[in-house]
């Protein structure tokens, strides 16, 4: 496992988005979920995981709730909103977008 | 709608701060317990666990800080946090801040205000269709003796500019008129100031009446039907504001006109005080309407759009020109020009306010220049921390800001302050202004809190920059150094001090000088001599209707009736009518020929103003005889063509010639007369703030055009002549109850009215000048303690060396004159620029008047050395001893 790379800008949001897609999870399931799921790669720093939580929270993205977690502690988890969902679709597109894009230049030739 | 979401929890997060501050540390800790739980369960030990948690997540602080900080009113909570400290601050000393915050208040209200008014009355279009088209055109004309001067315009040449000339949209006039306005309903009557006004004048200016229509062409003819348009105010007052009084006749000096529109409330041109309009040309008889010598309209014209100005200009010239040449025996002025119609208005009043404007802007620039140095003196005090913390990582922007933010907060509630005393201030101004014009459109408004808000950041800049960049200048060790040597070694925030010091002087000298010359010519014209006695002398105004008293006789029999009752009230020493007394205005003048000297034609350099008067008036306002006699009583109704000339006329027409017996030629209506000279009086001002001006006197009741019916009544009493202006209104009634008077004043007010402009503002640039001086001592007091304090441990070492008293004195005395010399001579050089400006303002007072400067030189020298002797005797009972104990 190799030093854990740093994000492309703009692209922690859109992994957080997806990572709640499913069901509300507390930022640290949400690190833990990433982390896990890229095999380790994509290592979220605390510094950024709060900054992004509240930013999104303040663009009415996400919605945050305290709730129990598997202990019995009270946790805040974070859901996608409506807007969430549909911002979700937009930033998967562009990322698709993108991703085909570099894709294309780092094979061509 | 996302934006109204993103403000609602905006707007939520301020509310919620504390609480989702302790929420987010709840957060912050459940990860962190997580972290060590996956810790241990990776079989780490506790401590271990939780040191090796701590590693991973870093500074919580920052964490913390790094995650409020997407909270959109964290600047808010920076500034908060600012506002604290630096109130704190404050609060230490609320001596100085008290009056730092008074001083900001006075200077951003009393500029505040002063921009509205100039704003009002300079800058804000005028309230017509396309404003920047209107000009107003005036007779030009050179004269040898009196000077350029611009003439207003005669119906014949005003008729002969529209029809030939092709630069002009439509051309119009007006002219100033006045009537009694007497009603049906035996209301009382009342004078009423009226104007003439070309049929299509309203529609150059972009005017409709609000109900009812303006003046047809048809309408616009010397004898045509009789119509009348009302003001506003007087549809309102006399006429309770009902519509179904078009059409309705009302009497205007006995005659009666039909109105035909209202116009509307905000229409106040020429200035509030017009009434009611009536068409030009009805305001002339069949002769004057044709004739050129008629000087008594105003012309408005509306340029035509892409015509240039030059090339107007050279039309309206060229056409003048010709009928100058045309009209070879008639006075006619050789030239026309235009100006446009809002400097017209506002010329009297341009240079008063800028200079009130520059002397508030200096005083406010005098009270930033006060707040920076004590902000200084006070920064210096503070630098010990200032530098430690600079040390321990504290960013110089974040010291900068703080230091910043203490003036902040003093120009911001000065400036709340001041918006409270502009406010008050500038409805004062409007209210107590007299012969401002264009008053009425006097307002706080959205702008002027702008430029106020403005003012406040400029002046809390101004006041603050300085000292916080010098403050969190220095090294850590110089400060500390130097504050534990305690030895004034801050050469360079010292010399900073002096600059600012010499600056602020500079400013109040040249404040001083203008006020200084301001005050003086105020002075001249209230001492000055009208040329005949002011004291114990009513006026009072009347007029006469034509159609009542139609003939010569009636109109004398009026006149010597109301003499004799008056002479026989008891406290009357004299009584006497003329047209209009000293003072009382300019009222007209005509040009004439001397038919002695038969290669003169009439051409405007033969030009005086005249008056009407009975026998006695001389002798009543004690104006001397200086040859020849007075009219004889049996002169007043025959029509003699008998003429007095004032001093002035003789001097400049028949210098070195005895006028006695020669004659001047004028031309009445169409055709000239020959009056024969038979007397040279004093000379006596039409207005104070003029020069004199040659004068014509013609007996009263000669039935000189226009000049007969309206009279004003002059009585010298023994007693206070107020307390006989009931007494004479009585017999006036008594004599015709229809018969209104007006402008009943002592001779007294009336110097005081045409001064009223002048003392207002000299009064108030004294005042500004006053508080300068006040706020420079301040200033000078607190520079020179500070210097004092700082090298107490050098004056006790010095006096311990032996140096004496007197030396010692004259050290802190000369260190702390120098900024105040370098000052005044840059102020004097100020005052100098000053006077040229004000220049026309000016009376009686050359703009580099020797007396002016050196006072007020003077007087801020004393003050200097009055706020250096303090910190000076203090420092020469220094104890050498105990100084350097304290060391």
Redesign the interface.
């Known amino acids: 496992m190799g030093k854990p790379s740093d994000l492309v800008q703009g692209t922690l949001d859109l992994l957080i988005l997806k990572t709640i897609s499913l069901e509300p999870k ?3 399931a949400i690190a833990k979920r990433i982390q896990q799921i890229s095999n380790e790669v994509l290592q979220v720093q ?2 950024s995981l ?2 992004a ?3 999104l ?4 993205w996400i919605r945050a709730k ?1 709730s129990e977690t598997d202990t019995g ?4 988890f974070y859901g996608l909103t409506a ?1 969430g969902r549909a911002q979700l679709e937009r930033e998967k597109e562009s990322w698709n977008r993108l991703s085909t894009a570099i894709n294309l230049v780092v094979e061509a030739g | 709608m ?1 934006w109204l ?2 403000f609602r ?2 707007v939520l ?1 301020l509310f919620r701060r504390k609480s989702e501050t302790a ?2 540390n ?3 800790q ?2 962190l ?3 060590i739980a996956e810790n241990r369960s990776n079989g780490l030990g506790m401590d271990e666990a939780r040191s090796a948690a701590l590693r ?3 500074n919580p602080t ?2 913390r800080d ?7 009113w964290n600047w808010l909570e920076i500034c908060l946090r600012d506002i604290r400290y630096g109130a704190r601050t404050l609060a230490r000393s609320p001596g100085f801040a008290i009056i730092a915050i008074l001083v900001m208040a006075l200077g951003i209200g009393a500029t505040t205000s002063l921009f509205t008014i100039a704003r009002a009355v300079l800058l804000k279009p005028l309230p017509f269709r396309e404003p920047n088209k209107l000009v107003m055109i005036y007779e030009h004309f050179r004269s040898a003796t009196a000077g350029d001067g611009f003439n207003v315009v005669s119906p014949h040449d005003f008729r002969d500019w529209r029809e030939q000339t092709h630069g002009f949209e439509d051309m119009a006039a007006w002219r100033n008129y006045g009537f009694n306005l007497t009603s049906e309903h035996d209301e009382l009557p009342e004078v009423v100031r009226a104007a003439g006004g070309s049929w299509n004048l309203f529609s150059v200016l972009g005017v409709q009446p609000v109900l009812g229509r303006a003046f047809t062409p048809r309408e616009d003819q010397p004898g045509a039907n009789h119509v009348v348009l009302l003001s506003w105010s007087l549809f309102q007052r006399r006429f309770g504001g009902d519509a179904s009084i078009l059409g309705k006749p009302i009497r205007l000096d006995t005659n009666s006109y039909t109105v035909v529109g209202v116009l509307p409330r905000w229409f106040t041109y020429p200035e509030p005080r017009v009434q009611l309009w009536v068409p030009y040309a009805q305001t002339f008889t069949t002769d004057e309407y044709a004739a050129h010598d008629q000087h008594q309209s105003h012309v408005v014209a509306r340029l035509r759009t892409g015509v240039s100005a030059s090339i107007v200009t050279k039309e309206v010239s060229a056409l003048q020109y010709q009928l100058y040449q045309a009209n070879a025996s008639k006075p006619v002025a050789e030239d026309a020009v235009f100006r446009p119609m809002i400097d017209d208005l506002v010329q009297d009043v341009k240079t008063p306010l800028i200079v009130l404007l520059c002397a508030v802007g200096c005083m406010l620039l005098i009270a930033c220049l006060n707040v920076s140095n004590l902000l200084v003196a006070r920064s210096a005090a503070r630098r010990k921390e200032v530098a430690v913390r600079g040390a321990l990582g504290g960013s110089r922007l974040t010291l900068i800001r703080e230091q910043m933010t203490e003036s902040m907060l003093i120009c911001a509630v000065g400036g709340l302050l001041g918006l409270v005393i502009s406010i008050l201030a500038t409805s004062w101004f409007a209210n107590n202004w007299q012969g401002l014009p264009r008053a009425e459109t006097i307002g706080v408004d959205g702008s002027v809190l702008v430029f106020s808000i403005g003012l406040v950041f400029l002046t809390a800049l101004l006041a603050g920059l300085l000292p916080a960049i010098s403050a969190t200048g220095s090294s850590v060790l110089t400060a500390l150094q130097e504050s534990s040597r305690g030895i004034g070694g801050s050469a360079s925030r010292a010399v900073l001090r002096k600059i600012l010091l010499a600056v602020e002087v500079a400013l109040t000298v040249t404040l001083l000088i203008s006020a200084g010359l301001l005050f003086k010519s105020f002075l001249h014209l209230r001492t000055s001599d009208l040329g005949c006695v002011t004291d114990q002398v009513l006026t009072i105004k009347y007029g006469l209707p034509e159609k009542q008293y139609d003939t010569r006789e009636k109109v004398a029999a009026f006149h010597e009736s109301l003499l004799q009752q008056v002479r026989n009230l008891s406290g009357v020493r004299a009584a006497a009518l003329v047209s209009t007394p000293p003072g009382g205005g300019y009222d007209g003048d005509d040009v004439f020929t001397i038919p002695e000297r038969p290669s003169d034609k009439f051409n405007l350099q033969y030009d005086a103003i005249y008056r009407t008067a009975d026998p006695e008036y001389f002798s009543a306002l004690q104006i001397p005889l200086i040859r020849g006699r007075f009219f004889a009583d049996q002169e007043r109704l025959t029509r003699d063509h008998y003429v007095i000339i004032s001093k002035q006329l003789a001097s400049q027409f028949f210098s070195g010639e005895n006028p006695l017996g020669k004659h001047l030629k004028v031309a009445w209506g169409s055709k000239p007369e020959d009056f024969e000279i038979i007397g040279v009086v004093g000379d006596t001002l039409y207005d104070v703030t003029q020069p004199s001006k040659a004068m014509m006197y013609f007996p009263i009741l000669s039935g000189i055009p226009s000049q007969t019916s309206g009279a004003t009544i002059v009585v010298r009493t023994s007693g206070d002549p107020l307390a006989l202006s009931l007494p004479v209104q009585k017999q006036v009634a008594a004599l015709d109850p229809a018969l209104p008077v007006y402008e009943v004043f002592t001779m007294q007010q009336i110097l005081g009215n045409s001064t009223a402009s002048q003392s207002f503002s000299a009064t108030l640039v004294l005042a500004f000048a006053g508080l300068s001086l006040l706020l420079a001592a301040i200033g000078l007091y607190g520079v020179l303690s500070y210097l004092v304090t700082q090298r107490m441990t050098e004056i006790g070492i010095r006096i311990a060396l032996g140096a004496q008293k007197f030396e010692v004195l004259r050290l802190i005395l000369l260190d702390g004159l120098r900024p105040v010399v370098i000052g005044s001579l840059i102020g004097l050089a100020g005052g100098a620029i000053a006077g040229a400006f004000m220049r026309s303002i000016l009376y009686g007072t050359s703009p580099l008047d020797p007396l002016v400067f050196s006072t007020m030189i003077g007087g801020l020298l004393l003050t200097a050395v009055a706020a250096c002797a303090l910190p000076a005797l203090r420092a020469v009972r220094i104890e050498p001893i105990q100084v350097l104990r304290t060391e």
């Not at chain 1, 929270?57 to 009415?60: H, L, N």
């Not at chain 1, 502690?73 to 805040?76: G, L, P, T, Y």
């Not at chain 2, 790094?66 to 959109?72: D, E, F, L, N």
């Open positions: 507390h930022g640290w605390q510094g709060y900054p939580l509240h930013r929270e303040q663009q009415g305290w502690r009270q946790a805040k807007a | 996302r979401e993103q929890m905006a997060m929420r987010l709840d957060e912050l459940f990860h317990e997580q972290q991973t997540f870093g920052l964490l790094q995650a409020r900080s997407t909270w959109s």
